[in-house]
């Protein structure tokens, strides 16, 4: 299991678990819940921030966000 | 007799709503303002048959009822007060064919109000390249509703949309979830306390901060099952009313809604490919910004002659034609000059907003975003910054308004705070005139000098507002959450006719905002320049033909040392004067300082104003630009000369001359405090940075 600002490209993972404390309702109601699938579509320069496809949902976040969130690659 | 129906259009962002609104409505949409906030209203009306009328609310877009802004509040404060004017007789939830999964959240929400709720599924045109097929029957039985499936791309579908808000009775008013079911303990206690409300209502009103019904909700506040609540326990419950939503939007599109991949094709991560390259995606950026600006520069001169030529034919031909006198000197020499002032520019403004317009169409603004977030974080901003920050180029209000996207209040405030740098669409009358008047024509690699001193005056605001923003981030002490969330979406070629209303729309309310306050200035100049207090106003002829050396006047000589004599003992020449000291290190004369003074109304009213000055008492009729190079200054050379103008620049890049920014950011900011303290450090500025460039060049 790892962060979710650690996944690379063409990896894709599964979201086990997310800190609903730390995260936005927006993002949770954007897609980003447990079970659903993500990877990587592009970094911005220095890494961040990263352009991701959450559950067919592209969106962008920063990497201080992804660290909120627990994936398994698969 | 007719009958009026409300309709409320509600949808994510990205899905097409304003497109539906603009199909439905055409021309028949009128912008405003919510009450008290600063949040767009845009209402339409659309004829659905002889009989009846639809009154059509576009309400702002939102990814779902739990609002994270204002615009997103205006939302639920609608749908939750039965009382209100537009509240509405049928919900409408535009959704996009390919984001339907997410855009049904949203759905669920609006249908659990019990309100009669209609699906639109736009952009069915893309259902064959992307290999979506739709089993509509089936869906509509699993969602308990009517779908429209239409595409305002291809004008499919709006007479069926149409037909079906006429027959808005017949849909049903029946919940998508039971709520009970997220928390059962809660929301069964929640039940017993308040027996005759329905649960979702409550639970919106509980986790919501909307001011529709205090009443009810300080009830819900009192009652004690809600004060054991944490915060945080809120927020899991509303994490599994999420889940719970999608567990049956999953169930309802299982079978209704199929991919076939193989049939797919994604331009989009081919576009993103090229348009967020870490290298390629900036200089297409910065490509496209040169390509704007030059266009503004060049497109727009012809139109632009043309009207300065018209209109100082305008004036010429009222006063001829018209019977001498007060009313024909006020209409002549105020009215139409000042109007003329600011008509003048519209080809101008127009471009700018059809740029705007068709950045945002198309998607790249979100690219834009996610390029720029992390080099603007370093300055304090968010990568969100970037819209107000672009669309302060047209105008700083909505820039202002604009920035209520950004999550990190703290990134928003330094955003409102430095966004009046940005060269907005009323600079650049002055910047214009000014060029035109001190810029020598010519060529370097291709571009001309006045085109390039544009472009330098814009990048100068830009560099202008990132500086003030890397100091404001390193004084501002403020601690506030930070997240950053957005969407990627789709690529799409902008719709011709959304760019062209949006165009319309936004540079009518410039022209007649801007046109109002112009013609009050106008009027008001022209009076004061008109008359005088004492003597040596309204004894000028005497004094002048008493002065010696009179005798070796001409006619025409001696009308005009009158008239320069009255203008100076007028009361606006009086006004001038008195602050001519201030303003004499800078270069300015006493008429410069007039315009300075009138521009605090808003910007553009400078070239008006000189306009207006510079005809009171001036028979021959000249454009402006030539009213403006026959001035001199007292030792023959001439007014409008190289340090002059870029004194003069510099000042108009730099100061916030504008009172209705100064009313937004008050509104945005709740209070005086921040927009006073961007009024001082930026008058500061730009006296300053006048001053030393007008003592160097000359």
């Known amino acids: 299991m790892i962060t979710l600002n650690l996944i690379e490209k ?26 659903n699938e993500v990877y990587l579509e592009q970094l911005a320069p220095l890494k961040d921030p990263m352009y991701l496809v959450i559950d067919g949902c592209h969106l962008a976040i920063r990497t201080e966000t992804a660290k909120n969130i627990k994936i398994e690659l698969i | 007799m007719s ?102 959240l949203l759905f669920t929400q609006i249908k659990d109000l019990e309100t009669p709720t209609l699906l639109v599924i736009n952009m069915s045109d893309r ?184 209109f100082s034919k305008l004036s010429e031909y009222t006063k001829t034609n018209l019977p001498p006198g007060l009313f024909t000197n006020l209409l002549a020499e105020g009215i139409i000059s000042g109007l003329g002032g600011i008509i003048i520019f519209i080809p101008q403004i127009a471009f700018l907003f059809l740029f705007i317009a068709v950045l945002e169409e198309t998607g790249y603004m979100s690219r834009v975003v996610f390029l720029m977030d992390r080099g603007l974080r370093k300055y304090g901003l968010s990568g969100k910054s970037v819209i107000p920050l672009i669309s302060g180029t047209a105008c700083a209000i909505p820039a202002v308004m604009a920035t209520r996207n950004i999550e990190n209040w703290k990134e928003r405030l330094i955003t409102i705070l430095v966004t009046p740098f940005i060269t907005c669409s009323a600079r650049l009358p002055v910047y214009l005139i000014l060029i035109s008047l001190v810029i020598p024509e010519g060529k370097f690699l291709g571009m001309g000098y006045q085109g390039l001193t544009l472009m330098g005056l814009y990048l100068l605001g830009f560099a202008m507002a990132l500086l003030s923003a890397g100091i404001l981030n390193k004084i501002l002490k403020i601690q506030s959450k930070t997240y950053f969330v957005i969407e990627m979406p789709n690529y799409k070629l902008p719709l011709l006719k959304n760019v062209l209303i949006t165009v319309f729309e936004k540079t009518k309310s410039f022209v007649v905002e801007a046109g109002r306050i112009i013609l009050a200035i106008s009027i008001l100049l022209w009076l004061m320049a008109s008359f005088g207090p004492g003597k040596e106003f309204n004894q000028a002829e005497e004094i002048i033909i008493g002065r010696a050396k009179v005798e070796s006047f001409t006619a025409e000589q001696l009308e005009n040392e009158i008239a320069s004599h009255k203008l100076e003992h007028s009361f606006i020449g009086i006004l001038g004067k008195s602050i001519e000291p201030v303003i004499a290190p800078l270069g300015f004369d006493w008429k410069i300082g007039i315009a300075l003074i009138s521009s605090f109304a808003a910007r553009e009213v400078f070239v008006g104003t000189l306009a207006t000055i510079y005809s009171v008492g ?56 921040w927009p006073m303290i961007q009024l001082f450090s930026m008058t500061l500025i730009a006296y300053l940075s006048a001053l030393i460039v007008y003592q160097i060049l000359a």
Not at chain 2, 71 to 84: G, T
Not at chain 2, 185 to 212: C, E, H, M, R
Not at chain 2, 632 to 657: N, V
């Open chain 2, 127 to 310: 259902m064959a390249g992307k290999g979506i097929s739709l089993d509509i029957d089936q869906l509509e039985q699993k969602l308990k509703t009517k779908i429209a499936l239409i595409s305002t791309r291809e004008n499919k579908g709006i007479e069926f949309l149409k037909t079906c808000l006429l027959d808005y009775r017949s849909l049903s008013k029946e919940g998508c979830m039971d709520i009970t079911k997220i928390d059962e303990a809660y929301f069964g206690n929640l039940q017993k306390v308040f027996p005759d409300q329905s649960l979702y209502k409550l639970w919106l009103v509980i986790t919501q901060d909307v001011n529709f019904a205090k009443i009810e909700r300080k009830k819900v506040q009192d009652a004690t099952e809600y004060k054991t609540q944490s915060i945080s326990h809120l927020k899991r419950l509303q994490q599994k009313e999420t889940i719970k939503r999608y567990q049956y939007i999953n169930q309802s599109l299982k079978e209704t809604y199929t991919v076939d991949q193989s049939k797919a094709t994604d331009y989009r991560s081919k576009l993103d490919r090229i348009l967020i390259h870490r290298f390629w995606g900036y200089i297409i950026f910065f490509v496209i910004l040169l390509t704007i600006f030059q266009v503004i520069f060049d497109w727009s001169s012809i139109p632009m002659d043309f009207i300065d030529e018209s």
């Open chain 2, 618 to 673: 001036n028979d021959q009729e000249e454009t402006i630009k030539n009213r403006m190079k026959a001035e001199r200054k007292a030792d023959g050379s001439l007014l409008f000369d190289l340090p002059t103008g870029i004194s003069l620049m510099l000042f108009y890049a730099f100061a916030l001359q504008c009172m209705s920014t100064l009313a937004i950011v008050k509104k945005e900011t709740n209070g005086w405090k």
């Open chain 1, 10 to 35: 063409n990896q894709l993972g599964k979201i086990v678990a997310i800190d609903t404390d730390l995260l936005p309702l927006k993002l949770i109601e954007m897609g980003c819940l447990p079970g």
């Open chain 2, 3 to 104: 009958k009026t129906i409300n309709v409320a259009l509600i949808g994510n962002p990205n899905t097409g709503k304003t497109s539906v609104f603009n199909a439905l409505t055409g021309l028949n949409q009128k912008v405003g303002n919510y009450p008290g906030i600063t949040v767009e209203k845009k209402q339409g009306s659309c004829r659905l048959n002889h009989t009846t009328k639809a009154h059509i609310i576009d309400l702002p877009g939102t990814y779902s009822l739990n609002a994270s802004s204002m615009d997103e509040s205006v939302v639920i404060e609608l749908l939750l007060n039965k009382n209100d004017k537009d509240y509405p007789d049928v919900a409408v939830v535009i959704s996009d064919i390919e984001n339907l999964k997410r855009n049904l």
